[in-house]
């Protein structure tokens, strides 16, 4: 069955500290792959995507993801993250060759940044 | 507009009436989507429009939920019959065709008591 799994429920780093959020899927091919991010009250900011090609994808605020076809997963990280860093975060997967394109969501990771 | 809108932003409602929520996705995006965010379901694709047509409307919980879209345009989520299990944000993102990317608007919090 298709799915997308992120792990980790709620993650706290420190600010200046370096961060990783996994993300797992489940597919017999390679997917069309998301990250975005929400604050509170907030909708879906897109941060960055992977259709193909370089494996290591930059995004903006200074994230960057890299996909890893043999592990199923396409993990975000940032070097130092900064207090506004503080939201939910959100892979997700689009598995459909077809025309719909809609998206399969992972169950989140809320981020919390320390002083 | 330059983004996806979405009005209204909250909508609170007693069960068993009926609630539209509307969706104006950006200009020139022929695909339209919409999504419920739960806390106990997270964020679940509820149905795809390309142009006017709905080819996808596997994602609809129950009958009480349809939409429309006209002039490849505003999209217009009806929910009959409300019950407190439909509370939730519900979310418009619309793409350019086959484009893979979606732009999310910013949502309608739905609270039904």
């Known amino acids: 069955a298709q799915s997308v799994t992120q792990p980790d429920i709620h993650i706290t780093v420190s600010e200046g500290a370096s961060l990783e959020l996994r993300c797992n899927y489940s597919?017999?091919?390679?997917?069309?792959l998301f990250w975005y991010v929400q604050s509170p009250g907030q909708g879906l900011q897109l941060l960055l995507k992977?259709?193909?090609?370089?494996?290591l994808v930059q995004g903006i605020k200074g994230f960057e993801a890299e996909f890893k076809r043999s592990q199923s997963s396409f993990n975000l990280r940032k070097p130092s993250v900064h207090w506004s860093d503080a939201a939910e975060y959100f892979c997700?997967?689009?598995?459909?060759?077809?025309?719909?394109?809609?998206?399969?969501f992972g169950s989140g990771t809320q981020l919390t940044v320390l002083p | 507009g330059a983004g996806v809108s979405q009005s209204p932003s909250n909508k609170v409602t007693e069960k068993g009436k009926d609630v539209e929520l509307r969706c104006d996705p950006i200009?020139?995006?022929?695909?339209l989507y919409w999504y419920r965010q739960s806390l106990g379901q997270g964020l679940e694709f509820l149905i795809y429009f390309q142009g006017n047509s709905a080819p996808d409307k596997s994602g609809l919980p129950s009958d009480r939920f349809s939409a429309e879209r006209t002039g490849g345009s505003v999209s217009t989520l009806t929910i009959q019959r409300t019950q407190q299990e439909d509370s939730a944000v519900y979310l418009c993102a619309s793409s350019l065709l086959g484009s893979g990317e979606q732009f999310f608007g910013p949502g309608t919090r739905l609270t039904v008591l």
């Open positions: 597919y017999g091919a390679t997917p069309y």
């Open positions: 992977y259709f193909s090609g370089d494996t």
């Open positions: 200009s020139g995006h022929t695909a």
């Open positions: 997700a997967v689009v598995f459909s060759s077809g025309s719909a394109r809609q998206l399969t």
